[in-house]
């Protein structure tokens, strides 16, 4: 018996009710079997999501994200609130109620490659049929919508309908698509409810982009020493599985089934005997990469384009010798040190009176001495750049820096420290920088500012003993103090916009009421990358202030 | 004409109509959008003054922008903020009178390497050069980056240097041969010991010749201060800036009979700069067919004109590197005797440049242009219609017959509703020589 056919526009009203008695003369709708759903997806689709409570999961995202920030500027927030009361009336409800009517017991969205937005593919089980039929029949002209017994089929085009048709039909024949086979493994970690779950072929996907698919080789020099992992996993993988989960955070995970530890460029994995030094809590931002730079410079034409290993290869003449060529910069200097290093964000010290236009965060790269002797090399090596630096900082006529060496209980220091300013007017921005070399209790600290490394050394004393080996990226963002940079920067930030962007003053103003909101209200943001032997996943994590 | 500043006086016969508007706003300011430019043509000329003229006894809204801007220390971050302040437009004349001294009193960063010093002088302009010419002169010859400039800085008792007292007679107060060298030897003794000392004006007595000096018809102990009275009310002085406003303001070679005229409102309004502007914006050879479409437009014209025509925005670093490409860059002069503009802005390259920069900014190659272009052209589809809006943005309509037919074949050559078909029309429009010309 074939299918009542609802795909046809008016005229075709009179065979409506056909397909609407077929749904409601079914017995009571169960929860769906989201592998038949995934089953009457066409071969063709390269991206498929499952739902198994669409109306709950946006509940929980909506639960998980949090009201609108109270800070917000007015006018933005008028503006959203315009814009959801529109979806509200162009859905009858809210999202959370129109995804309960149209798919509440389950829903399987593929997207097949099409042009024009056309190639998006919904198998949904309705929790209000008579709701759904509603919907379907108001919205005629830009969705088509037919049945499968419990299932409602829905697509942007007739084209597309027939196929899903097709496919599930062949489903309730016992021939599902390639898509119920699937694993949907994912599920992330660290939250509440799965929300939501993906595969991704990343064969097909790559078929389709051409040209234009992931390729390590179309990478400059620094975007493969920081991506190399992801996008080979992009461009070797065959299913790229994803998912989202919200509790108290929201988490979105990836894992692509691909690792670039078996291939050439897993050379540039820091495979060092320690973990990363820790993150700090009272930081704006923290990151570790597993990578080696130590790897990159000893063999530069193994990983990056010609022209920058002839980059490198500069960069090395001059860095060996200034030590004098005492030591090599590659294997005494970085090899006296463990890898991988971590990277420290840290707020500027409140400074008396009037301050330069833009007050610098303090950044600190800090690493492990994995050989004390790395400690006299260091010293050399800041002591003649920073010789060199002020003999061009004299050139251009800017005051030089005073050398400091500093001695406490936490170690040695080398500080840079600006010539106090007498005016006439506000200081510059270099008289908020103190670049400094601190080492100590094993560690090796440089930073922009001595406040910074001081703080990020403390800090590191007190961590404890070192964990496992790092596998993996960690970057992490802390809203409410990007939230107090910018608001200390704020003037220099607005004008910076306007000069560079042609904006008002009132406009720029606006802006940057709605980024320290935003930022604000952002309590973290974390994204952790591990690349394991034969797998590569990435998980983003978002946490909002309560 | 009897009186070659007696006002226009608007009539039927010579309305003050779009293109009358459209050369006030370019020569009183930087030029406005043309829902501007309508609104003020139907408003009428009064209101247009009120429009240009600076208002008084109010605070400058950009101060505290201004701190922020020399607070970096870098000249690019200053120049980029004068012209971000010329493209609000919120007080055009003002602007205008800062770009004419900024050309006139011709200070260049290049030697005084301080964007501070740059920015302070540029604020002096902005407080002072609409007002009385006296306080001017006097702020100016205090002014830490002209004393550097000039070398003053270094003028003492013991070794006079006469560049300082040199240019302010020849090049900012009187003119070529309204003056002596003895009257330079003698300004150069008044100016000794007018210093700089940590980017501030600083008078230094044991280093000041306070001996008696003889200049024009005054003699004793005289300082730097005093020259400038002395200079500034003969009526060479006034003759000078009448010249040079006349020429900045109206044609490029002015009749002796309107210099005279000019120099004789001067005096009367006592030696006010806004004053005397006004009654000359306000006269018949202003607005003379003659005055209109007379003067080359110098780089800051032709770029910041263009995206103000448009009515719309633009990155003004982006602009500031436009401008200096073509031959200007602000807060470089050439040298202290400014640019020399008209026919040297002109050349097969700065031609090609400025159709370039036009082209780039309609694809939003030089920062985003908002609104986008092809939105001026909202409901117009023939190429006729499109042809004679780009003539009304860019030209006020007034364009001859062949050049609207030139631009009529560019927008049949480039139909469609697309951004690129719009942009096609309006650079065709901005290469036009007319545009060439404010």
């Not at chain 1, 017991?105 to 593919?121: F, H, I, S, T, Y």
């Not at chain 1, 990363?276 to 990578?291: Q, V």
């Not at chain 1, 802390?478 to 009132?506: S, V």
């Not at chain 2, 260049?108 to 301080?114: I, L, M």
Request: a negative charge; charged letters at 20%.
């Amino acid at each position: 018996m074939g299918l009542p056919d609802s795909s046809r526009r008016p005229p075709a009203l009179p065979l409506l009710p056909a397909f609407w008695l077929a749904l409601t003369g079914s017995a009571a709708v169960a929860q769906a079997d989201l592998v038949a759903l995934r089953g009457m997806m066409p071969d063709e689709v390269v991206l498929a999501m499952e739902v198994e409570q669409p109306g709950e999961a946006l509940r929980s995202l909506d639960a998980a994200a949090g009201a609108m920030p109270a800070s917000l500027p007015a006018a933005l927030q008028a503006q959203i609130a315009l814009g959801v009361t529109a979806l509200a009336v162009a859905l009858g409800g809210t999202p959370a109620a129109f995804a309960d009517r149209i798919a509440g017991k389950g829903a399987v969205v593929g997207l097949a490659p099409a042009p024009r937005g056309e190639g998006w593919l919904v198998a949904a089980v309705p929790g209000d049929l008579a709701a759904a039929r509603a919907w379907c029949e108001r919205h005629a002209d830009r969705v088509h919508c037919a049945a499968a017994g419990d299932v409602l089929l829905l697509a942007p085009t007739a084209a597309r309908l027939e196929a899903l048709r097709t496919q599930a039909e062949a489903q309730g024949r016992g021939s599902p698509g390639r898509w119920a086979g699937v694993d949907f493994g994912v599920r992330p970690s660290g939250a509440g409810v799965a929300l939501v779950r993906g595969v991704c072929d990343l064969v097909s996907l790559r078929r389709l982009l051409g040209a234009k698919a992931p390729d390590l080789e179309r990478l400059d020099g620094p975007a493969r020493f920081v991506l190399s992992p992801f996008v080979h996993a992009l461009a070797a993988g065959d299913w790229l599985q994803f998912g989202v989960a919200a509790g108290e955070q929201i988490v979105v995970e990836a894992r692509a089934d691909a690792s670039v530890r078996a291939a050439p460029f897993g050379g540039l994995l820091a495979h060092g005997a320690h973990a990363a030094p820790p993150p700090i809590d009272t930081g704006l931002a923290y990151a570790s990469l597993d990578r080696s730079f130590r790897s990159l410079l000893r063999d530069p034409g193994r990983f990056l384009p010609a022209t920058d290993v002839l980059a490198v290869q500069g960069f090395l003449s001059i860095a060996d010798a200034l030590d004098g060529a005492q030591s090599s910069f590659v294997d005494d200097l970085l090899g006296g040190l463990d890898e991988p290093a971590a990277l420290y964000v840290l707020p500027a010290a409140a400074g008396d009176g009037d301050g330069p236009p833009l007050v610098l965060p303090g950044i600190a790269i800090a690493a492990r001495i994995a050989d004390a002797a790395v400690e006299r090399i260091l010293f050399r090596f800041a002591q003649v750049l920073s010789t060199i630096v002020n003999a061009e900082r004299a050139q251009k006529g800017l005051r030089p820096f005073l050398m400091r060496r500093r001695h406490d209980e936490t170690g040695d220091g080398l500080v840079a420290e600006p010539r106090p300013w007498r005016g006439p007017g506000r200081p510059p921005i270099d008289s908020g920088l103190s670049p400094t070399l601190w080492c100590g209790q094993g560690w090796a600290v440089l930073s922009t500012t001595e406040d910074a490394a001081v703080r990020v050394l403390a800090h590191l004393a007190q961590a404890g003993p070192a964990g496992a080996p790092a596998r993996g990226d960690v970057l992490a963002l802390h809203g409410p103090a990007i939230a107090a940079a910018l608001t200390q920067n704020r003037a220099a930030l607005q004008l910076a916009r306007m000069l560079d962007e042609g904006e008002t003053a009132a406009a720029a103003e606006r802006f940057f009421d709605a980024a320290i909101a935003v930022a604000a209200g952002l309590h973290a943001v974390v994204v952790r990358a591990e690349i394991g032997e034969a797998d590569t996943t990435l998980q983003l994590t978002v946490e909002v202030v309560r | 004409m009897k009186d070659p500043l007696a006002p226009f006086e608007p009539s039927t016969r010579d309305p003050f109509d779009l293109a009358k508007v459209g050369h006030l706003l370019r020569r009183a300011g930087f030029s406005a959008s043309l829902r501007t430019r309508r609104e003020l043509a139907a408003a009428g000329l009064d209101a247009a003054m009120r429009w240009v003229l600076p208002a008084r006894d109010r605070a400058d809204p950009a101060a505290d922008l201004l701190q922020e801007a020399i607070a970096f220390g870098d000249v690019g971050r200053v120049r980029a903020f004068r012209v971000w302040s010329a493209l609000q437009g919120e007080e055009p004349l003002r602007d205008r009178l800062s770009y004419f001294w900024h050309g006139h009193f011709a200070t260049s960063n290049r030697k005084v390497a301080d964007a501070r010093a740059m920015a302070l002088q540029m604020a002096t302009f902005d407080r002072c050069g609409s007002g009385s010419f006296d306080e001017l002169a006097q702020a100016m010859c205090r002014d830490p980056a002209l004393l550097r400039w000039l070398d003053n800085d270094v003028n003492t008792k013991a070794q006079p240097n006469e560049n300082f007292a040199r240019e302010l007679f020849e090049l900012f107060l009187l003119g070529r041969g309204n003056y002596t060298e003895a009257d330079v030897r003698q300004a150069a003794r008044c100016f000794t010991g007018w210093h700089v000392r940590d980017g501030q004006f600083q008078f230094h007595a044991h280093l000041h010749d306070a001996g008696d000096k003889q200049l024009f018809s005054a003699s004793g102990a005289l300082d730097g201060g005093q020259v400038v009275e002395l200079a500034v009310a003969r009526r060479e002085s006034a003759e000078f800036l009448a010249a040079k406003w006349l020429r900045f303001f109206v044609q490029p070679e002015p009749e002796p009979a309107s210099i005279d005229a000019l120099a004789g409102v001067y005096e009367r309004a006592g030696r006010n700069v806004g004053a005397t502007i006004e009654t000359l914006l306000r006269s018949r050879l202003f607005f003379a067919a003659s005055s209109q479409r007379s003067k080359v437009k110098s780089p800051a014209d032709f770029v910041i004109g263009t995206v103000r025509s448009l009515g719309a925005r633009a990155a003004p670093t982006e602009l500031a590197s436009t401008m200096a490409a073509l031959g200007e860059t602000w807060l470089e002069p050439p040298s202290v005797e400014g640019w020399h503009g008209e026919r040297a802005w002109l050349s097969p390259a700065s031609w090609l440049l400025r159709s370039n920069f036009v082209a780039d900014l309609l694809a939003h190659r030089r920062g985003k242009l908002r609104p986008a272009p092809h939105s001026l052209f909202d409901g117009l589809e023939k190429p006729a219609e499109r042809a004679r809006a780009a003539a009304l943005l860019l030209l006020d309509g007034v364009v001859g017959a062949g050049a609207l037919a030139a631009l009529a074949d560019v927008a049949r050559a480039h139909e469609g509703d697309d951004p690129a078909a719009a942009a096609a029309v309006l650079h065709a429009a901005a290469s036009l020589p007319e545009y060439q010309l404010s």
